[in-house]
């Protein structure tokens, strides 16, 4: 059944794909055609040792069709709109519909979408759910204490909502002003000039072989070319990777920590809903008063019909080598606050996705010769309120306003729009972010101590504090030798309430083409770290915080070393690999664009 389900998709995802093809095709011609295109749109052709590459020219090309890149096209467009100038705008995005890749809570906070569409609920914004009450408890194995629930965490007016189905709509907007929005083509290449500006995007060659030989489908990628180009891929983008070193963005932030989000959605009993009804937790399984395996805690939302989404998110930061994230949410499951919920449901959707927790501590530099930053691939998620959309949101609308009043002035490409990053620090983003820096770095402190300082920041205090708590190592740096933790025995899933891996993974419909490079590498001159470094010194850490078990360890036959195998085609693209993996031996890359997560409702 499960393989039909899978054929199923994959041949969903190539229709789509294909239709992707063709309407591309169709912009070119379109743009081949037309005897009047100006001076902002042009075809040009770029020849190589591998054959021909089409390359297309906008006025400004989004790579990611998440909150922020759609935001960002969206605001452009309105900008021209309001000042009668004509600028092509492009929005890519790798998963094979907008939508595909998108997991989110979410519990949605509106005021980016006001400023943005005002009229929201008139054109039918898929906000259905009023936030009616919020409740948070402290866990222990099998008893629960409520909580004061702190500002942050006060929703009233908020709505809980699909983030895919939310951006879904939003490219609707955007298509209905003129943005011309591409699913299923991953861009995988920063194309610079000589000046080491950057001109744009390259999509990835398909059709490519696991021996690296071409196929008989092969197509070579295409260029898109922008005067500036948004890099919006989402958290730890792996072009915003790039960018982020060529430039040295970084050069004057604190390293980015990160979590783990994983999610499911459930379909249950009607007598169990209550509309609007949002519950968090923290304490138990990964933590207690006393002690810490690391940060994190719980969601669980009601959305209608009747539906809850829910979902652990486990800080990267964490020490023990021996934790599994995926497990600890199954374990949680079973708590007696939240089990009933579970009893006589249906599962319906799973998934999982890094987010990035660093702070206004942790923002890179914005901007570089030829384009901007926005949304979560430079980081902008408020970690009490636990929402990132509306920051995100109001990112982009920021970069593309930025972006509008240089291209007024000057239609020249690789300029760096400083005036974004300006604007951004002068914003109600910032003042937002800048008075809860220091409740999540408080944590290192550990719990009670934590839980103190937390509660009289949020309640009192509010960030008006004379200093500011920094991280000055990686994730990955901050594990600790195997030998110096204790390993966790999970409880075996009961098949009702939680799942084995596999199982949970079949539901959220992911899907890569077997036949093509692998696209988790290891980086050059680390080939020795899985079997000399990660599986003895750390005992093998990725099989246990892969959401999606794409890496396991087989022992050779003769010598009985350890042996890396990556199960590529399970990749969920949530880049935890990129983030955990002792030394960061892995470097996360594109697939085909198309593949991965075909996540509904989540």
Same mark, same amino acid.
């Given at each position: 059944?499960?393989? +039909?389900?899978?054929? %199923?998709?994959?041949?969903?995802?190539?229709?789509?794909?294909?239709?992707?093809?063709?309407?591309?095709?169709?912009?070119?011609?379109?743009?081949?055609?037309?005897?009047?295109?100006?001076?902002?749109?042009?075809? $040009?052709?770029?020849?190589?040792?591998?054959?021909?590459?089409? %390359?297309?020219?906008? &006025?400004?090309?989004?790579?990611?069709?998440?909150?922020?890149?759609?935001?960002?096209?969206?605001?452009?467009?309105?900008?021209?709109?309001?000042?009668?100038?004509?600028?092509?705008?492009?929005?890519?995005?790798?998963?094979?519909?907008?939508?595909?890749?998108? $997991?989110?809570?979410?519990?949605?906070?509106?005021?980016?979408?006001?400023?943005?569409?005002?009229?929201?609920?008139?054109?039918?914004?898929?906000?259905?759910? +009023?936030?009616?009450?919020?409740?948070?408890?402290?866990?222990?194995?099998?008893?629960?204490?409520?909580?004061?629930?702190?500002?942050?965490?006060?929703?009233?007016?908020?709505?809980?909502?699909?983030?895919?189905?939310?951006?879904?709509?939003?490219?609707?907007?955007?298509?209905?002003?003129?943005?011309?929005?591409?699913?299923?083509?991953?861009?995988?290449?920063?194309? !610079?000039?000589?000046?080491?500006?950057?001109?744009?995007?390259? @999509?990835?060659?398909?059709?490519?072989?696991?021996?690296?030989?071409?196929?008989?489908?092969?197509?070579?990628?295409?260029?898109?070319?922008?005067?500036?180009?948004?890099?919006?891929?989402?958290?730890?983008?792996?072009?915003?990777?790039?960018?982020?070193? =060529?430039?040295?963005?970084?050069?004057?932030? &604190?390293?980015? @920590?990160?979590?783990?989000?994983?999610?499911?959605?459930?379909?249950?009993?009607?007598?169990?809903?209550?509309?609007?009804?949002?519950?968090?937790?923290?304490?138990?399984?990964?933590?207690?008063?006393?002690?810490?395996?690391?940060?994190?805690?719980?969601?669980?939302?009601?959305?209608?019909?009747?539906?809850?989404?829910?979902?652990?998110?486990?800080?990267?930061?964490?020490?023990?080598?021996?934790?599994?994230?995926?497990?600890?949410?199954?374990?949680?499951?079973?708590?007696?606050?939240?089990?009933?919920?579970?009893?006589?449901? =249906?599962?319906? %959707?799973?998934?999982?996705?890094?987010?990035?927790?660093?702070?206004?501590?942790?923002?890179?530099?914005?901007?570089?010769?030829?384009?901007?930053?926005?949304?979560?691939?430079?980081?902008?998620?408020?970690?009490?309120?636990?929402?990132?959309?509306?920051?995100?949101?109001?990112?982009?609308?920021?970069?593309?306003?930025?972006?509008?009043?240089?291209?007024?002035?000057?239609?020249?490409?690789?300029?760096?729009?400083?005036?974004?990053?300006?604007?951004?620090?002068?914003?109600?983003?910032?003042?937002?972010?800048?008075?809860?820096?220091?409740?999540?770095?408080?944590?290192?402190?550990?719990?009670?101590?934590?839980?103190?300082?937390?509660?009289?920041?949020?309640?009192?205090?509010?960030?008006?504090?004379?200093?500011?708590?920094?991280?000055?190592?990686?994730? %990955?740096?901050? =594990?600790?030798?195997?030998?110096?933790?204790?390993?966790?025995?999970?409880?075996?899933?009961?098949?009702?309430?939680?799942? &084995?891996?596999?199982?949970?993974?079949?539901?959220?419909? =992911?899907?890569?083409?077997?036949?093509?490079?692998?696209?988790?590498?290891?980086?050059?001159?680390?080939?020795?770290?899985?079997?000399?470094?990660?599986?003895?010194?750390?005992?093998?850490?990725?099989?246990?915080?892969?959401?999606?078990?794409? !890496?396991? !360890?087989?022992?050779?036959?003769?010598?009985?070393?350890?042996?890396?195998?990556?199960?590529?085609?399970?990749?969920?693209?949530?880049?935890?690999?990129?983030?955990?993996?002792?030394?960061?031996?892995?470097?996360? @890359?594109?697939?085909?664009?198309?593949?991965?997560?075909?996540?509904?409702?989540?």
């Amino acid at each position: 059944m499960k393989k +039909l389900l899978y054929s %199923s998709k994959f041949s969903f995802k190539k229709n789509s794909i294909n239709l992707n093809f063709q309407k591309f095709n169709y912009s070119l011609n379109r743009i081949n055609n037309s005897k009047n295109f100006g001076n902002s749109l042009k075809v $040009l052709r770029n020849f190589s040792s591998n054959g021909e590459r089409e %390359s297309m020219a906008y &006025d400004v090309c989004i790579v990611g069709g998440g909150p922020a890149g759609l935001s960002a096209a969206i605001r452009v467009k309105q900008l021209a709109k309001q000042h009668d100038k004509d600028l092509s705008v492009c929005v890519l995005e790798k998963g094979s519909e907008i939508g595909a890749h998108i $997991l989110s809570g979410n519990v949605f906070e509106t005021r980016a979408l006001n400023e943005l569409i005002p009229d929201w609920k008139e054109k039918e914004a898929p906000l259905d759910t +009023l936030a009616e009450k919020d409740s948070l408890y402290f866990l222990t194995n099998n008893s629960s204490m409520p909580l004061p629930t702190p500002p942050s965490l006060h929703n009233k007016g908020n709505y809980i909502i699909s983030l895919g189905n939310f951006c879904r709509w939003l490219s609707s907007q955007a298509e209905e002003l003129g943005v011309e929005i591409y699913p299923g083509f991953a861009a995988s290449e920063v194309l !610079y000039n000589q000046k080491k500006e950057v001109v744009g995007v390259a @999509t990835n060659d398909n059709g490519i072989s696991k021996s690296g030989q071409l196929k008989d489908n092969f197509q070579r990628g295409i260029e898109l070319r922008a005067k500036q180009t948004i890099f919006a891929e989402g958290c730890r983008g792996s072009l915003s990777q790039e960018i982020m070193a =060529t430039y040295n963005l970084r050069e004057n932030c &604190d390293p980015q @920590t990160y979590a783990l989000g994983l999610k499911e959605v459930w379909e249950i009993d009607p007598k169990l809903h209550e509309p609007g009804r949002i519950i968090h937790s923290i304490g138990w399984p990964l933590q207690s008063f006393l002690s810490a395996k690391g940060w994190g805690g719980s969601f669980l939302y009601h959305m209608k019909p009747n539906l809850i989404l829910v979902g652990f998110v486990v800080g990267l930061d964490y020490e023990n080598p021996y934790i599994s994230p995926y497990s600890e949410f199954q374990q949680w499951k079973h708590h007696p606050l939240v089990r009933k919920y579970f009893e006589n449901g =249906t599962p319906i %959707s799973y998934g999982a996705r890094c987010i990035n927790e660093g702070g206004i501590q942790s923002i890179p530099k914005l901007t570089f010769p030829g384009g901007v930053l926005a949304g979560c691939s430079a980081g902008f998620l408020n970690v009490p309120k636990i929402k990132g959309s509306h920051t995100a949101m109001k990112s982009g609308m920021l970069a593309a306003e930025a972006i509008f009043d240089s291209l007024s002035k000057s239609d020249s490409e690789g300029l760096e729009c400083v005036s974004y990053e300006q604007a951004l620090k002068s914003s109600w983003v910032y003042e937002e972010l800048k008075e809860v820096r220091n409740i999540h770095p408080s944590f290192s402190w550990g719990v009670l101590p934590w839980m103190a300082y937390s509660g009289l920041d949020s309640f009192l205090l509010k960030g008006r504090v004379p200093f500011t708590l920094n991280n000055k190592k990686t994730d %990955s740096e901050k =594990t600790k030798l195997a030998t110096r933790c204790k390993p966790i025995e999970y409880p075996k899933p009961d098949g009702k309430i939680s799942f &084995d891996l596999l199982t949970n993974l079949a539901r959220s419909g =992911t899907n890569h083409e077997h036949d093509q490079p692998i696209h988790l590498r290891i980086k050059p001159g680390y080939e020795d770290i899985p079997s000399n470094v990660s599986y003895p010194l750390f005992g093998g850490p990725e099989q246990r915080f892969c959401p999606a078990r794409v !890496y396991e !360890y087989t022992h050779n036959e003769t010598t009985g070393n350890a042996q890396l195998v990556r199960n590529a085609q399970n990749c969920l693209h949530c880049k935890a690999c990129d983030i955990k993996m002792p030394k960061e031996y892995i470097k996360w @890359t594109v697939p085909e664009g198309g593949g991965g997560p075909a996540y509904s409702g989540m």
